[in-house]
């Protein structure tokens, strides 16, 4: 089993920045990858951004070039830099785990094996 624990989410304004933190422990593999998604009131989860065990990383179109997904394997720590944040992208951020080695299904939720419990990030206008 993998316990995946966010931290960072928070009220912010738009146009500021947020840095959440997901710490792994358990039976941790470096060769997971690691997948961020959002969850806004009345949607459905969407994909925000993954990195593979072999830091690629992959973004939504709707946050690339704003948020940046790094790892720390040493730490079995995952981040995800949010800059620029805007009132769409309030949600509860959660993130993932699991064994997942294609592009395509790094961006599907069900692909992966761990979650998180989430945080709340709001951006207010």
């Known amino acids: 089993q993998v316990q995946l624990v966010e931290s960072g989410g928070g009220l912010v304004q738009a146009g500021g920045s947020l840095r959440l933190s997901c710490a792994a422990s358990?039976?941790?593999?470096?060769?997971?990858?690691m997948g961020w998604f959002r969850q806004a009131p009345g949607k459905e989860r969407e994909f925000v951004s993954a990195?593979?065990?072999?830091?690629?990383?992959y973004y939504a179109d709707s946050v690339k070039g704003r948020f940046t997904i790094s790892r720390d394997n040493g730490k079995n720590t995952v981040y995800l830099q949010m800059n620029s944040l805007k009132p769409e992208d309030t949600a509860v951020y959660s993130c993932?785990?699991?064994?997942?080695?294609?592009?395509?299904?790094?961006?599907?939720?069900?692909?992966?094996?761990?979650w998180g419990q989430g945080t709340q990030v709001t951006v207010s206008s």
């Open positions: 990195i593979t065990w072999s830091d690629s990383a």
């Open positions: 358990g039976r941790t593999s470096s060769t997971y990858a």
């Open positions: 993932s785990a699991g064994r997942v080695f294609n592009i395509a299904a790094l961006k599907s939720p069900g692909h992966y094996d761990y």
